[in-house]
T-cell receptor
Framework: NAGVMQNPRHLVRRRGQEARLRCSPMKGHSHVYWYRQLPEEGLKFMVYLQKENIIDESGMPKERFSAEFPKEGPSILRIQQVVRGDSAAYFC???????????????FGEGSWLTVV | EDQVTQSPEALRLQEGESSSLNCSYTVSGLRGLFWYRQDPGKGPEFLFTLYSAGEEKEKERLKATLTKKESFLHITAPKPEDSATYLCAVHYNQGGKLIFGQGTELSVKP
C-alpha cells in the first residue's frame, strides 16, 4: 500500500534554471496539495488541486511557480528561473475527500529538497 | 486572523518523564485538527485527527485531546524514539488547506 510518492527527493539547480517536482498521490486519493517548508520555518500551504483543476492557489507565489494535476500522471510543481530563496523542502500531500467532516485525513510524502546554487 | 500556536517550542524530557504539548488555535468553523510527527529529513507522519471538542484519541504512548480553543498531545513515559518535531494543523474550510503551527521539538534522553 504505497503512500504519497515524491521525486526527486533531492534536486540541485543553478540560479535561473527550472525545477520540476513530481507527486503521485496515495491510491484512491484524487486531491493533491503542495506545501513548502523553508529553513527554520513551518509548513506553508501553496496549492490544492484535483484532477485537471486548481481549486485553491492562494499560497502560490504570483510569479515563476505553477502546478498541475493532469488526468493521467503525477501532479507537477514547476518553478521557473529559480532563485536562492526557493531553496526549501517541498511536500506533497493527498486525501480522499477534504470536503467531508470526517475521514478527511491528509497524508504527506517524504518531500523534495530543492537546493539552488 | 486565523492562527495556530504551539508551545513549548522545544521540550527536553528524560526517558519515562510524561508531559504535554499544547496547540492553541483561532479559526472559525474548525473541520478538523491534525497532529503529525516529523523526523529530520522526512515528511510529516500522520498521528491523529480530532473533529469536535471533547474528543480524545490514543496511539501507544500518545494521547490527543481537543477543546474549543486548543488541543493537547500527552506523552506518557516517553522513550528516546519519541524524539521528533510534533506538528499541529487545523483544517477549517471546505477545501483541503491546513494551517500549521511552528511545531514542538521534543528530545527524550535515556
Amino acid at each position: 500500500n504505497a503512500g504519497v510518492m515524491q521525486n526527486p527527493r533531492h534536486l540541485v539547480r543553478r540560479r535561473g534554471q527550472e525545477a520540476r517536482l513530481r507527486c503521485s498521490p496515495m491510491k484512491g486519493h484524487s486531491h493533491v496539495y503542495w506545501y513548502r517548508q523553508l529553513p527554520e520555518e513551518g509548513l506553508k500551504f501553496m496549492v490544492y488541486l484535483q484532477k485537471e483543476n486548481i481549486i485553491d492557489e492562494s499560497g502560490m507565489p504570483k510569479e515563476r511557480f505553477s502546478a498541475e494535476f493532469p488526468k493521467e500522471g503525477p501532479s507537477i510543481l514547476r518553478i521557473q528561473q529559480v532563485v536562492r530563496g526557493d531553496s526549501a523542502a517541498y511536500f506533497c500531500a493527498s486525501s480522499p475527500n477534504p470536503g467531508r467532516s470526517s475521514g478527511n485525513t491528509i497524508y504527506f510524502g517524504e518531500g523534495s529538497w530543492l537546493t539552488v546554487v | 486572523e486565523d492562527q495556530v500556536t504551539q508551545s513549548p517550542e522545544a521540550l527536553r524530557l528524560q526517558e519515562g518523564e510524561s508531559s504535554s504539548l499544547n496547540c492553541s488555535y483561532t479559526v472559525s468553523g474548525l473541520r478538523g485538527l491534525f497532529w503529525y510527527r516529523q523526523d529530520p529529513g522526512k515528511g510529516p507522519e500522520f498521528l491523529f485527527t480530532l473533529y469536535s471538542a471533547g474528543e480524545e484519541k490514543e496511539k501507544e504512548r500518545l494521547k490527543a485531546t481537543l477543546t474549543k480553543k486548543e488541543s493537547f498531545l500527552h506523552i506518557t513515559a516517553p522513550k528516546p524514539e519519541d524524539s521528533a518535531t510534533y506538528l499541529c494543523a487545523v483544517h477549517y474550510n471546505q477545501g483541503g488547506k491546513l494551517i500549521f503551527g511552528q511545531g514542538t521539538e521534543l528530545s527524550v534522553k535515556p
